[in-house]
């Protein structure tokens, strides 16, 4: 806990307040699981998958909501994490039912109709299930077309 709360208080003293970005994973990062790597891997050899935490201020959280049958559910969570992320993702997981509760600037989501007054913006993830939905909301219609990059220097700036 001391921990914790002296790495917030480094950052906020210095006055640099990375870009908090909270990416959903059910849907958004591991819905196409083989078949999205793969292609992205092909496409982008040189690239590691989701570059951004390597970004200069950018802090990146896998914030996802895990059933009420937990049982398999946490497990299988941390599990695709590691071998698809890497070990050093598995401290980046936010397993949280309401995620108005977490603290970010943006979260890549793709359920509409999260609960009202987060501190974060939702950013909907394009999917099959609200492809037709037009709220106006802002969307990220895929991880491929680089779209997610311009989204997140926007963001920076934002905070900056
Ligand atoms: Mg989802």
Redesign the pocket.
Known sequence: MAHRGAHFQRDYSKRQVNLRALI?????LCDFEAYFLEKFKEKYPDEPFIAVEDRDGVDVFICTSPVKAYKHCLKEKYQWVEKHMGKQWLDRILLVKDKTMVNGHLLI???PGLNPYPSWDHILFTQSHNSRMKNGQRRLENWTDGSWKDLIDEYKKRVA
């Open positions: 959903d994973m059910d849907g958004v989501d793709d359920r």
